[in-house]
Structure formats: structure tokens, C-alpha cells
């Protein structure tokens, strides 16, 4: 038989294990007439955007005093410095005569019926082991390396002796074992032949071909081919003065007046000197026409 609870303990029991939450209390001051002290609202944090120097190597003395000799050995210099002229066309007009000789060497040695005894005279001619005689030979060893190395290059004048007898001009070789280098520089002379003395095999005889329409137009042509290069010439020496002036240009020694004269000056001293060098190969191609 079960036994009966008291009516205290079963209320205790049925009541809800998690209590009512408390009623808000509002405090109030005690003092009414005397209110409490209110502190001052302070704004929200903000960030603010900032930029800091950035750290440069520290000057002091040494650094100043560098400058300071710095700029006195600039103006030293530029005390020193010779007067720029921008009409100083010494080196021009140097380049254009140098032009103008070196195509009035050229112009010479053409001739409208072939070579002559100067040409022929001026042949390279391959001495030694490796030159000559010494070519397919297969006496050197290492693929002729050793005897390209002893080779020696000299003018046909320096081994022969080279007279001109009219139509036909005369080679006396010096010494035996010059001959077959002296006939291989020969042999690379297009349409040129020679013959060998019966009596001296070091004497040969050199037959000067005649002059024909073909070698006329041939000899035409190498004067223009020479014209050009002098004109190439004259071309980069006028492009030598321009880059003198334009470099006064920007370090601002010379003023844009005198450079804009001294330009005009340039342009009619090139055109004298394009000028001077087609007259030479016109009067080149006029001898040639009676030669």
C-alpha cells in the first residue's frame, strides 16, 4: 500500500523548475532636488587617413659639401669649355675633300678597254705554304690551317716587274715560285689572257682587249657606281654636322636663330659638294666616250 504525500510537499513539487523573470526596477534619484552628475558623450572613434614622409638618407655636412664641389667643377668646366661656334664646318668640309679625292683615284683607274699596267701592277698576289701552289695540295696538315696562317698577301708589282708595250703589257717574274701565284691573280681578271715566252717561262705577255661598246658601257657604269659612293659619303658627312648642331640644340648653347642660319649655310655647302662629284663622273663618262 503506497504511501500518502503531505498536500505542502506536492504543491513544492508541481511548481515550474525555471522562476518568473524579475520585473524591471527603474532606479531614481534620491535626491530630486540635487540630480546626479551626467558625464560628457564622448563621439565614436573615427580613423583618419594620414601619410607619412618617406625616410631619405640623411644630408649633413658631407653631403652638402659634395654638392658644393659638384657644382664648382661644373662651372670650372663650362668656364674652360671652348666658345661653341655653330658655323665651325671644318670637319665638314675635311670629310667632303677627303670624298671628292678618293673618287678622283677611282675615276683614274677606270679605262674603257680593260685593265691597264697599274691595275695589273696592283694585284694581291698569295704568297706561302697556304697561297699559290700551296691550294689542293694536301701536304699541310689539319685541314690547311697552319698554312693559312703563313699565308702573305703582296702586290703583284712587289714579285713582277710590269711594262707596258702598246696594246700589251709585259710581266717579269722575279723568282721561279712566284709564277703559279702570279698566274692564279692573273686568272681571276674576267676576259684577260696571256701568254708565256718560249724561251723565259717567267715572262709573260698580256694582251690588252680593245675597246668595244660592251666595255665602254661596262666602264659607264663603274663610274656611277663609284659616283654613288661618294655621294654616300657626302650623305653621312652632312649627317655628322646635323647631329653637331642638333646636340648645341639641346644643351641649349646656340640660339634656334643662329642654328636655323647655320642650317641654310649647311645645305648649300652639301650642294656644292653633290654638285662638284656628279661633275667628276661626268666628265668620266665623257672621256670614256673617246677612249
Known amino acids: 500500500m503506497r504511501a500518502k504525500l503531505p498536500t505542502t510537499l506536492i504543491s513544492t513539487l508541481s511548481r515550474p523548475r525555471f522562476p518568473h523573470p524579475p520585473s524591471r526596477i527603474t532606479l531614481q534619484p534620491c535626491c530630486p532636488n540635487n540630480p546626479a552628475p551626467t558625464h560628457p558623450t564622448l563621439p565614436p572613434p573615427t580613423r583618419t587617413l594620414t601619410t607619412t614622409t618617406p625616410l631619405l638618407k640623411k644630408g649633413g655636412k658631407q653631403d652638402s659639401k659634395r654638392t658644393v664641389s659638384l657644382n664648382a667643377s661644373k662651372a670650372q668646366s663650362q668656364a674652360h669649355s671652348p666658345t661653341v661656334n655653330a658655323f665651325d664646318f671644318s670637319d665638314y668640309e675635311a670629310a667632303i675633300e677627303h670624298a671628292h679625292e678618293h673618287l678622283k683615284s677611282e675615276l683614274a683607274k677606270i679605262k674603257a678597254g680593260g685593265r691597264n699596267a697599274e691595275d695589273i701592277e696592283g694585284l694581291r698576289v698569295v704568297l706561302g705554304k697556304g697561297g699559290g701552289e700551296g691550294r689542293g695540295n694536301g701536304d699541310n696538315e689539319g685541314g690547311g690551317g697552319k698554312g693559312r696562317a703563313e699565308r702573305e698577301s703582296v702586290k ?9 708595250r702598246g696594246r700589251n703589257v709585259g710581266v717579269l717574274v722575279g723568282e ?16 684577260l689572257t696571256y701568254t708565256t715566252s718560249p724561251t723565259d717561262p717567267l715572262t709573260l705577255t698580256i694582251a690588252i682587249p680593245p675597246v668595244t661598246a660592251e666595255s665602254r658601257l661596262a666602264a659607264k657604269k663603274q663610274a656611277d657606281k663609284k659616283g654613288e659612293e661618294a655621294l654616300f659619303a657626302l650623305r653621312e658627312a652632312r649627317g655628322a654636322q646635323r647631329k653637331k648642331h642638333r646636340s648645341m640644340e639641346l644643351g641649349k648653347l646656340v640660339g634656334p636663330d643662329e642654328l636655323r642660319r647655320a642650317e641654310r649655310e649647311v645645305e648649300k655647302v652639301n650642294e656644292g659638294a653633290v654638285g662638284e662629284a656628279r661633275r667628276l663622273v661626268e666628265g668620266c663618262r665623257r672621256g670614256l666616250e673617246g677612249g
Open 156 to 164: 703583284l708589282g712587289d714579285v713582277a716587274s710590269v711594262v707596258a
Open 176 to 191: 721561279k715560285d712566284h709564277l703559279k701565284p702570279v698566274l692564279s691573280a692573273l686568272a681571276s681578271l674576267p676576259s
